[in-house]
């Protein structure tokens, strides 16, 4: 699961996903997985913590990162911002038959996932994408080391995705000269968006932080391109 309110654990997640065949064999083709649910139970049992704890103590808190949580505490439980729909006139709230979306503050509270989970701020996560623009140092720490960042943005498709203007790495969508040529953002630039539409990118030639919070349902929300245009101007609306 990318997120759950059921009482699931890493461990009882990756004996789940044991039972399953692969999509095809790795490296064939790019596809979505739950493969970062795998890593969340390697780092368990490879640190001897849980997975929430590892990531709080070497990552999180290093960084400043005060206000991202996988759930939320009580007093923070009024400003997460709940997720919306277009309705005939304005928005309404959305609605899921497979999911809630109060899951950062409701349910179990046991699974703690790779791949997605945590709630967060635009200055927190701007802490987290200054360290890469950093090559994986933060106020004086080194979080990372600068061979680690590389191979993070290292292109994993070079066998099949061949004339894009993007490649992707190994945490990050990352754009090339092609798509820099064609009126996207500048070549080296990385980024992603998020279910809900939020969206993010970070271009280390100028050290340029863009980062648009949403929590709206639908995949035709045209304001992520947008948003990417204005941050990085005189790119086409290509994210």
């Known amino acids: 699961d990318l997120f759950t309110t059921e009482p699931l654990t890493a461990a009882q997640n990756c004996e789940r996903l044991a039972t399953t065949a692969l999509i095809h064999a790795p490296g064939e083709r790019w596809n979505y997985s739950?493969?970062?649910e795998v890593v969340v139970r390697v780092v368990e049992v490879v640190s001897g913590q849980p997975f929430d704890v590892?990531?709080?103590?070497?990552?999180?808190?290093?960084?400043?990162?005060?206000?991202?949580?996988?759930?939320?505490?009580?007093?923070?439980?009024?400003?997460?911002?709940?997720?919306c729909e277009p309705a005939e006139e304005g928005w309404k709230?959305?609605?899921?038959?497979?999911?809630?979306?109060?899951?950062?503050?409701?349910?179990?509270?046991?699974?703690?996932?790779?791949?997605a989970g945590l709630s967060s701020t635009a200055v927190d996560y701007a802490k987290f994408l200054q360290m890469y623009l950093n090559r994986g140092a933060f106020n004086g720490q080194r979080i990372l080391k600068e061979a680690t960042v590389d191979s993070i943005m290292s292109n994993q498709?070079?066998?099949?995705?061949?004339?894009?203007?993007?490649?992707?790495?190994?945490?990050?969508?990352?754009?090339?000269?092609?798509?820099?040529?064609?009126?996207?953002?500048?070549?080296?630039?990385?980024?992603?968006?998020?279910?809900?539409?939020?969206?993010?990118?970070?271009?280390?030639?100028?050290?340029?932080?863009?980062?648009?919070?949403?929590?709206?349902y639908g995949a035709n929300d045209p304001t992520s391109g947008r948003f990417s245009s204005l941050v990085f101007p005189g790119s086409k609306e290509t994210h």
Request: proline share 5%; net charge negative; charged share 15%.
């Open 93 to 115: 709230l959305h609605e899921h038959r497979q999911y809630t979306t109060d899951y950062p503050v409701a349910g179990a509270r046991t699974f703690f996932g790779g791949g």
């Open 34 to 36: 739950l493969g970062l």
């Open 157 to 216: 498709e070079i066998e099949i995705r061949e004339g894009s203007g993007w490649h992707q790495g190994l945490a990050f969508g990352v754009q090339n000269a092609l798509g820099e040529a064609a009126g996207g953002s500048p070549a080296g630039t990385f980024f992603w968006g998020g279910y809900f539409n939020t969206t993010y990118a970070a271009d280390p030639s100028t050290g340029t932080i863009g980062i648009l919070m949403k929590q709206t």
């Open 54 to 83: 590892f990531l709080k103590t070497e990552l999180l808190e290093p960084l400043g990162m005060a206000d991202t949580h996988f759930y939320l505490p009580e007093a923070m439980v009024d400003r997460l911002v709940p997720v």
